[in-house]
């Protein structure tokens, strides 16, 4: 298996795998920093090539996961990694608890001890769900969302997607939670939430807005905003954002 990323959310999904003593053909590739030397824990390989990829994936075959926890990041990299014919992969811990009726999980989640799925639980491709991390009957997390340890979805919520639930943060039932939305930690949101917006406190109140990296965004005279880690602008309208420029360059 191939974790991409080499930081800290992949140092605990190496972890799953020593769990399994399915370790021996673990990797990681990190082409940012690329002062970190050639091995992780003095034992996994750090490829830092696509060239290092290519043979990885013809000596190992081509599983793949995401070591990488900002939504937006983590869609960059599976583009990037299908592209160069990997498989997107789960990495589900032993001691999650998955229910055993109408579970739906999509390729590419990453599920950590002590998460919870009830039964006619859902989440879309590439989600984290962290430690003790509960999703409850009838809820749904969209694609690329991440469940920070101890959030709690009751019944009925659903997160669109790129949202990310902060730990211990809680989405009463029949709520929806929009798309690149961010909800702070230990907050309690008890009305939907519009897509890019930030809500924090219990109970959760906007805060402001979010780009699809997580940067916060402030709006000037025009109503325009700009990504600082992007470049992509965004425009605020009738309590509405949207965004109508991406920076090509860090696509």
């Known amino acids: ?22 370790t021996k053909k673990i990797a990681f590739y990190d082409d940012v920093n690329l002062n970190t030397g050639n091995l992780l824990f003095n034992k996994f390989p750090i490829l830092k090539s696509e060239k290092e990829v290519a043979a990885y994936f013809s000596n190992n075959g081509n599983a793949f996961t995401i070591g990488i926890g900002n939504p937006a990041l983590r869609y960059k990299m599976y583009k990037k990694f299908t592209a160069l014919n990997g498989r997107l992969t789960s990495v ?28 006619t639980a859902s989440a879309g491709m590439a989600c984290i769900v962290y430690y003790n991390a509960i999703i409850t009957h009838d809820c749904s997390l969209g694609d690329f969302c991440q469940m920070s340890p101890g959030a709690t979805l009751l019944g009925g919520a659903k997160v ?10 809680t989405i009463l039932p029949k709520i929806l939670v929009g798309k ?9 949101v008890t009305k939907d939430v519009p897509d890019y917006a930030l809500m924090i406190g219990n109970p959760a ?47």
Do not use: P
């Open 180 to 188: 690149h939305a961010v909800i702070g930690a230990a907050s309690v």
């Open 92 to 119: 589900i811990s032993l001691k999650a608890f998955i229910g055993s009726f109408e579970v739906s999980l999509g390729e590419g989640c990453n599920v950590l001890d002590g998460a919870t799925f009830s039964n």
């Open 1 to 22: 298996m191939l974790i991409i990323g080499a930081g800290g959310f992949a140092k605990e999904l190496v972890e799953i795998f020593q769990h399994t003593g399915n």
């Open 205 to 251: 109140k906007h805060s402001g807005w979010v780009s699809e990296y997580g940067q916060k965004l402030f709006f000037d005279e025009n109503n325009i905003a700009i990504c600082s880690r992007s470049g992509d602008r965004y425009i605020l309208k009738n309590f509405v954002v949207e965004r109508i420029l991406v920076n090509e360059k860090f696509k």
């Open 160 to 169: 669109n997607d790129f949202t990310v639930i902060g730990s211990n943060a």
